[in-house]
């Protein structure tokens, strides 16, 4: 059975409701940090389970019980969450993870490095600069997962 996991990052404290059409129907939702405040993921609960993580702008106490880096299953698949690529602190190859999800940039991107997908699915937040809203989606079907990055606007 295929899982939709949605991606989203830099929410920045905006869930658009294109974001939340987008997400409707997925069986669990990251977001990658930089969510802005608790009603964020609170909505998004709605929706589906949430796995987040702290960005480097959730500072207030809400986001102190997120963690800084996470590692989820769905079935066989690994999949470990950062706010900032960066910051990346163990070998994804070594422990066996399939794809890591981070934010931050606010650019979106999909790349696989020896076999492990490294996507950012952009920010879904306010426009930065020149750079589109975009989030994403991973379609896990067994081992096989297919990463996909939209546009919203």
Known sequence: MVKRIGLISDTHGLLRPEAVSFLAGCDHII???????????????????????????DTEPWADA????????????????????AQLDIDPLKIGISAVISGHSHKPGIRERDGVLYINPGSAGPRRFRLPISMGELLIDGDAIEPRLIQLD
């Open 31 to 57: 977001h990658a940090g930089d969510i802005g405040n608790a009603e964020i993921l609170e909505r998004l609960a709605q929706i589906a389970p949430v796995t987040a993580v702290r960005g480097n702008n």
């Open 66 to 85: 997120l963690a800084e880096a996470e590692l989820t299953r769905f079935g066989r698949t690994s999949v470990y969450i950062v706010h900032d690529i």
